[in-house]
């Protein structure tokens, strides 16, 4: 039969009817201990001999029929989740490095991975090693000189710089590495980095995978082995996800194909409104022509671009500052992936913790502004940006 499209499988992957009481829908199984008949049971439970759950810090039906969802539209044979997308990063990266290992990453990944890389991890012990993002020789030989992890994320935040998957990841394999992918940006929708070769997908699932703004989860997908060893970690520092924001994800991914193509179309055209916009100097979008890794964003993004752009305005600060209030269909927020419109500035958002002087070295420009575009009807949004950007 032929591979049913990407609607399809996010309605009907991993759902089932619940045996025990005929519903459709997942129940929400609010609950932190699971009691048994007799000790034997509990026992053979409690040693995976055989399945149930024991105690919902470690496993709950609702959070594991998630789990088993997200690894499915992940092509990933295991998934386990986490109460956060940092919580995730964080426990991939303390299960899978120890002293004098050494980890290979980007400087354009999200603020606080990067924090990870620059202050935690060298605490304890692990090389890093932050590569510019833009400079794929220097990546490559950062990856040659040896590593046990490649920690990618692409496309990036706020710039939407695009990095090659496949090749990275293949360089990375040569020497061993184990390699993680961020695919909060792209989506399983339009991304797919295990069957690039990726180890392991995290995924702030605050962002797409939830889309309503109102859950924060994170989940690791990847190779049975792997995400046991991560899961085992989780076990013990506890960061878990709970019933209720499971069963709201659960509905959230039904949604999430017609939701990311929609704001993949809204997020291209617009892009390419304001690329003709006289007071917009620079757009970053990988589905734009000018973007500079175009042609390999359309290989490994074969579902669409994404829903988030970024751009620079004449006037820096000040002018985004007179800009964004007047917007009437978009959100001033830290947030990004929702059926809203949401917009903020570097400074407020992805790169809150970094000076001006910082954020200039990253290639930062004061007058960017990152523009998550929701679902709305497009020709209202352009309205509703055209009427902002006319103060300029
Ligand atoms: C938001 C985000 C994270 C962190 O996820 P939280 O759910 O906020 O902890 C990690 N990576 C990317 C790309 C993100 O956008």
Same mark, same amino acid.
């Given at each position: 039969?032929?591979?049913?499209?990407?609607?399809?499988? $996010?309605?009907?992957?991993?759902? =089932? +009817?619940?045996?025990? +009481?005929?519903?459709?829908?997942?129940?929400?199984?609010?609950?932190?201990?699971?009691?048994?008949?007799?000790?034997?049971?509990?026992?053979?439970?409690?040693? =995976?001999? @055989?399945?149930?759950?024991?105690?919902?810090?470690?496993?709950?039906?609702?959070?594991?029929? !998630?789990?088993? @969802?997200?690894?499915?539209?992940?092509?990933?044979?295991?998934?386990?989740? !986490?109460?956060?997308?940092?919580?995730?990063?964080?426990?991939?990266? !303390?299960?899978?490095?120890?002293?004098?290992?050494?980890?290979?990453?980007?400087?354009?990944?999200?603020?606080?991975?990067?924090?990870?890389?620059?202050?935690?991890?060298?605490? !304890?012990?692990?090389?890093?090693?932050?590569?510019?993002?833009?400079?794929?020789?220097?990546?490559?030989?950062?990856?040659?000189?040896?590593?046990?992890?490649?920690?990618?994320?692409?496309?990036?935040?706020?710039?939407?710089?695009?990095?090659?998957?496949?090749?990275?990841?293949?360089?990375?394999?040569?020497?061993?590495?184990?390699?993680?992918?961020?695919?909060?940006?792209?989506?399983?929708?339009?991304?797919?980095?295990?069957?690039?070769?990726?180890?392991?997908?995290?995924?702030?699932? +605050?962002?797409?995978?939830?889309?309503?703004?109102?859950?924060?989860?994170?989940?690791? $997908?990847?190779?049975?082995?792997?995400?046991? @060893?991560?899961?085992?970690?989780?076990?013990?520092?506890?960061?878990?996800?709970?019933?209720?924001?499971?069963?709201?994800?659960?509905?959230?991914? =039904?949604?999430?194909?017609?939701?990311?193509?929609?704001?993949?179309?809204?997020?291209?055209?617009?892009?390419?409104?304001?690329?003709?916009?006289?007071?917009?100097?620079?757009?970053?979008?990988?589905?734009?022509?000018?973007?500079?890794?175009?042609?390999?964003?359309? @290989?490994?993004?074969?579902?669409?671009?994404?829903?988030?752009?970024?751009?620079?305005?004449?006037?820096?600060?000040?002018?985004?500052?007179?800009?964004?209030?007047?917007?009437?269909?978009?959100?001033?927020?830290?947030?990004?992936?929702?059926?809203? +419109?949401?917009?903020?500035?570097?400074?407020?958002?992805?790169?809150?913790? $970094?000076?001006?002087?910082?954020?200039?070295?990253?290639?930062?420009?004061?007058?960017?502004?990152?523009?998550?575009?929701?679902?709305?009807?497009?020709?209202?949004?352009?309205?509703?940006?055209?009427?902002?950007?006319?103060?300029?």
């Amino acid at each position: 039969m032929r591979k049913p499209g990407a609607s399809t499988q $996010c309605v009907h992957l991993g759902s =089932k +009817t619940d045996p025990a +009481t005929r519903s459709m829908t997942t129940p929400i199984i609010e609950n932190s201990a699971y009691a048994y008949d007799d000790l034997e049971t509990w026992r053979a439970v409690a040693l =995976k001999e @055989k399945s149930g759950d024991i105690y919902s810090r470690n496993s709950n039906p609702t959070v594991r029929a !998630f789990n088993e @969802k997200m690894a499915l539209l992940e092509g990933a044979e295991s998934a386990t989740d !986490f109460s956060t997308g940092m919580a995730a990063i964080n426990t991939a990266l !303390f299960a899978l490095l120890s002293p004098g290992s050494r980890a290979v990453t980007i400087k354009d990944a999200y603020g606080a991975t990067y924090l990870h890389f620059t202050e935690i991890l060298p605490r !304890f012990g692990v090389q890093c090693e932050v590569c510019e993002t833009g400079d794929e020789a220097a990546i490559l030989a950062a990856i040659g000189k040896g590593c046990d992890l490649l920690y990618l994320e692409t496309p990036t935040n706020p710039l939407l710089r695009v990095v090659d998957l496949e090749k990275l990841i293949a360089a990375a394999h040569e020497v061993g590495a184990v390699t993680i992918t961020d695919n909060t940006f792209g989506t399983p929708v339009n991304q797919h980095p295990i069957q690039l070769g990726s180890d392991l997908v995290v995924h702030s699932a +605050t962002k797409f995978i939830n889309g309503h703004n109102d859950v924060t989860a994170g989940v690791v $997908c990847g190779s049975a082995d792997l995400v046991e @060893k991560i899961y085992r970690y989780r076990e013990l520092t506890g960061p878990c996800l709970d019933a209720h924001r499971a069963s709201l994800l659960l509905r959230s991914l =039904k949604t999430l194909a017609l939701r990311v193509q929609r704001q993949n179309d809204n997020a291209l055209q617009m892009a390419l409104y304001l690329e003709k916009h006289p007071r917009v100097l620079q757009v970053n979008y990988p589905g734009l022509e000018s973007h500079p890794m175009h042609a390999i964003a359309r @290989k490994q993004m074969p579902g669409g671009f994404g829903g988030v752009l970024s751009f620079e305005i004449e006037g820096g600060l000040e002018a985004v500052s007179r800009v964004l209030p007047r917007l009437q269909y978009a959100a001033l927020a830290a947030n990004l992936g929702q059926v809203d +419109t949401v917009v903020g500035p570097p400074s407020t958002t992805s790169h809150v913790e $970094c000076t001006e002087e910082e954020r200039r070295a990253a290639g930062i420009p004061e007058g960017l502004i990152r523009y998550a575009v929701g679902i709305e009807d497009i020709q209202d949004l352009m309205e509703d940006m055209e009427q902002a950007l006319a103060i300029l």
